[in-house]
């Protein structure tokens, strides 16, 4: 497979990683506000999320700078897709799971 195939697939893993991240940062949110436990579920959604994604990134690049700085693009736009779709989006009521 050429290199240019190559980055393009991390630009696609990226945007994959940004999405699982910012999608559960969202999700996260919206159930630690209605927990009475709002402590555990930001500490442990912060530890999965962070272990996924810089898994994803390690697993992706394979130590090419290249690769990373596509996947960075993607996980990028993500984000800001991510923010976008989210915002005005009111926390659940209290008691609501």
Partial sequence: MSEMSM???????????GAVFF????????RGF???QPA??????????????LGGF???THGDWRRLV?????????RFLI???SRGTPPLEQGTS
């Fill in 7 to 17: 980055v393009i697939l991390a630009v696609l893993a990226g945007f994959m990683l």
């Fill in 23 to 30: 999608g559960g940062l969202w999700w996260t949110i919206q």
């Fill in 34 to 36: 209605a927990s009475a």
């Fill in 40 to 53: 555990i579920w930001f500490s442990g959604s912060l530890l999965l999320r962070t272990a996924m994604t």
């Fill in 58 to 60: 390690l697993f992706v």
């Fill in 70 to 78: 596509g996947c960075l693009a993607g996980f990028l736009i993500a």
């Fill in 83 to 85: 923010l976008r779709f």
